[in-house]
């Protein structure tokens, strides 16, 4: 799968206490996978590095030294290999390489906004070098990995290897009935803000419920999750941060719309002379103070213009930000800040793709429930033999949970 998305987004106001439109190519990324028996291998290749340097503008958004901008993923985004095996009515799995730790939710960049959350470095722990073993019986899906715990410090930063095992996540899922995902995860995190560890340590805790269904002439998509991350000084907390978010999906007749209500802290750290950026490792131990955001937004995408498999689906995002002190508030100061604690933001462009997204960005092996992906692709089925009582098929009609993007191939973004 190939993809790109040229977008233009206008914030008011951000950062700069003023309004600022800017376009991009943003989520330029090139996926692919294949298996030989046992063996499986998956890789992405994430190029914002060379098109998104200074970030795309998303005001309340953060992490690795950016504010009020996404910013760009490594170029390796994900990369592993694994073997996936069937035995008396056991899955079981073990990958390795770069990618997602076991904790929380799907990536965004799989589901149908364009925009990334605020929530996304409290929600999900990406491209470290991983090594994670799941187990599948019947409903019931267990995962436990140990990664590197320092995040990229740019699109082109290699991992510490000498951190490979010292931090850890486990996640737990329940399938109760076709299309319903019920999970908990919790995660310990070392010192991810400096490579050289010694910084604050991280625990983190998650619960998430999924919901897909597709009919011959719909599909319905919906999540909400709940994160929390503490930031510790040896066994002293420093920082409280937690998020809430729902968000829901429909397509018909190759129309999605989407809504998403989010409501997450943000650490406010000292700015640099940029006032996108703030200093990478930081100053210190602390910060400014917690800063609260509220978020609403909405998105409509047309149907997708096709040529042979190539697809062209024109969409707008409209989001609506309120600010507001956290807990403790610290001397940030939202009107300060921005000039305002109620702000604007809307994008418009076109997401341009051939071929279809991995299953489930962020689940390897045997952690993939049987169901169709969130992008259109499906997990491979294996023998009917090793089919899990009570789970529906990968290739099961419509009924059975399936993705909000697609129906009939109609809504596939």
Not at 64 to 83: I, K, N, Q, S, T
Not at 133 to 156: C, H, Q, W, Y
Not at 222 to 238: M, P, R, S
Not at 393 to 403: D, F, K, R
Request: charged share 20%; hydrophobic share 40%.
């Amino acid at each position: 799968m190939i993809q790109a998305i040229p977008v233009v987004t206008r914030a008011d106001p951000t950062a700069t206490r003023s309004t600022l439109a800017e376009g991009y190519l943003s989520q330029p990324i090139v996926m692919a996978h294949g298996s030989f028996g046992w063996f499986q291998a998956r890789g992405t290749l994430n190029l914002e590095g060379l098109t998104l340097e200074r970030g795309e503008l998303s005001t309340g958004g953060y992490g690795e030294g950016y504010v009020d901008r996404r910013h760009p993923h490594a170029y390796v985004h994900e990369l592993l290999a694994g073997v996936e095996r069937g035995f008396y009515g056991v899955a079981a799995s073990v990958f390795a390489g770069r990618g997602f730790a076991p904790f929380g939710s799907d990536d965004p960049m799989a589901r149908p906004f364009e925009k990334y959350p605020v929530n996304h470095h409290l929600a999900q722990v990406l491209e470290r070098v991983v090594a994670v073993a799941a187990v599948r019986k019947g409903p019931i899906i267990g995962e436990l990995g140990t990664f590197n715990g320092d995040e990229p410090t740019s699109p082109r930063s290699s991992p510490e290897y000498g951190r490979f095992g010292d931090s850890w996540a486990g996640r737990l899922t329940i399938l109760p009935f076709a299309g319903v995902e019920l999970s908990g995860s919790v995660a310990r995190v070392t010192s991810p803000e400096l490579q050289a560890a010694h910084g604050l340590d991280q625990r983190k805790s998650s619960i998430v419920a999924r919901y897909n269904s597709e009919t011959a002439t719909s599909s319905r998509y919906g999540l909400i999750e709940y994160a929390h991350t503490g930031e510790f000084d040896k066994n002293e907390q420093v920082t409280s941060l937690s998020t809430a978010l729902v968000e829901a999906g429909y397509c018909a007749r190759g129309v999605v719309i989407g809504a998403r209500l989010e409501r997450t802290d943000r650490p406010e750290e000292a700015q640099l002379a940029d006032p996108f950026r703030t200093p990478r490792p930081s100053f210190d131990l602390g910060n400014l103070g917690i800063s609260r955001w509220t978020t609403v937004t909405a998105t409509v995408s047309v149907p997708a213009v096709r040529v042979a498999s190539a697809t062209a689906r024109p969409f707008i995002e409209v989001a609506r930000m309120a600010v507001a002190a956290g807990k403790p508030a610290g001397v940030f100061d939202p009107i300060l800040r921005y000039g305002a604690n109620r702000m604007w933001m809307v994008s418009a462009g076109v997401r341009l793709r051939a071929g279809a997204m991995h299953d489930r960005m962020g689940r390897y092996g045997a952690a993939v429930p049987f169901a169709m992906s969130m992008s259109g692709g499906t997990h491979a089925a294996p023998p009917e033999s090793e089919m899990m009582p009570g789970m529906p098929h990968p290739m099961a009609p419509a009924g059975t949970s399936a993705n909000p993007h697609y129906a009939n191939g109609r809504c596939s973004l």
